[in-house]
């Protein structure tokens, strides 16, 4: 069956998604929904009745729909299962989530687009306190991160040990918005040691932003 991903190109959490099905070695249509595009083409009812949420991405095969990027990654993983995505230790496998979610629930939400909407459209901010308040949640999460993964003796070339894992899905697409948003990552040379190494696989690269069909 054919897998059809809903996504924008800039996505943090579609980003992830595009870099597992790579991994997985699977192929998939993209089906673009832009998010600036005439007020934001996520809000139009026919993608709001695939997701109520308006959010990307949205992961459909056979009919049927999930949302939710890491519940995305969930169902790869079971649907399949090589090269797995999750180490085979309990532990280990509890280990590689609590990085993920540390990165997509307590670092990407804050400087998700509709967050920055509503800081610049609702509550008048000027775009250099924008910039500085996603600076800090970023810089706040990747310290923590960092000093995390340096002390972690699971660690390989990648989040957990020397094959990328769920881990690495999440952590290279908030490195790109860091980078976007111009957060210096000196401080961080064991994350950037690490989006160092994915961006040599095929998998990362594929997956990159500017290599999307809605790029331009």
Not at 101 to 127: F, T, W, Y
């Amino acid at each position: 069956m054919t897998i059809h991903l809903y996504s924008y190109f800039r996505s943090s959490a579609s980003y992830r998604v595009r870099i597992a099905l790579n991994l997985k070695g699977q192929s998939y249509d993209t089906v673009p929904v832009h998010l600036v595009n005439n007020g934001g083409e996520q809000f139009a009812p026919a993608f709001s009745a695939l997701n109520p949420q308006s959010l990307v991405p949205v992961m459909e095969e056979d009919g049927h729909h999930i949302t939710q990027s890491l519940a995305m990654l969930e169902y790869l993983e079971e649907r399949f299962p090589t090269p797995a995505l999750l180490p085979a230790g309990l532990l280990d496998r509890a280990h590689v989530r609590e990085i993920s979610l540390a990165i997509a629930c307590d670092i990407h939400p804050l400087n998700n687009l509709r967050v920055l909407r509503m800081l610049k459209q609702e509550l008048g901010v000027s775009e250099e306190v924008k910039q500085q308040w996603i600076q800090h949640w970023v810089k706040l999460g990747f310290a923590a991160l960092e000093q995390q993964l340096a002390a972690s003796p699971q660690r390989g070339r990648f989040c957990f040990g020397d094959t990328p894992t769920m881990a690495d899905c999440c952590l290279i697409p908030q490195i790109f918005n860091a980078r976007r948003f111009e957060v210096d990552m000196t401080p961080y040379p064991t994350l950037a040691a690490i989006d160092e190494a994915c961006g040599q696989l095929k998998a990362f690269q594929l997956a990159q932003p500017s290599a999307q069909p809605d790029a331009a």
